[in-house]
């Protein structure tokens, strides 16, 4: 396992370490899914046919929450742009 230090640019950007690459096999133009799970954020590579069927999955589970939640979808979407505003 490669483990390296990098720091934020003033543009928001991160270098990920020459050796973290090298062992990952990542190249310039390769895509990430980045999500923020409390102090810690995830990079993950996207290999769009998996990313696309977990998203699919969570989409179903999501409109399954909806529907017993009682909401109508005027009401979700109203606390979706309220949520955005935040």
């Known amino acids: 396992m490669a483990i390296d230090l990098t720091k934020l ?15 990952l096999g990542l190249k310039e133009g390769m895509k990430f899914l980045v999500m923020g799970v409390g102090d810690t954020i995830v990079l993950r590579r996207l290999e769009l046919s998996q990313e696309k069927m977990k998203l699919k999955a969570l989409l179903r589970e999501s409109r399954a929450i909806a529907q017993k939640s009682g909401f109508s979808q005027r009401e979700i979407e109203a606390l979706i742009r309220k949520a955005r505003k935040a």
């Open 9 to 23: 640019s003033p543009k928001g950007q991160v270098v990920i370490p020459t050796t973290v690459r090298r062992q």
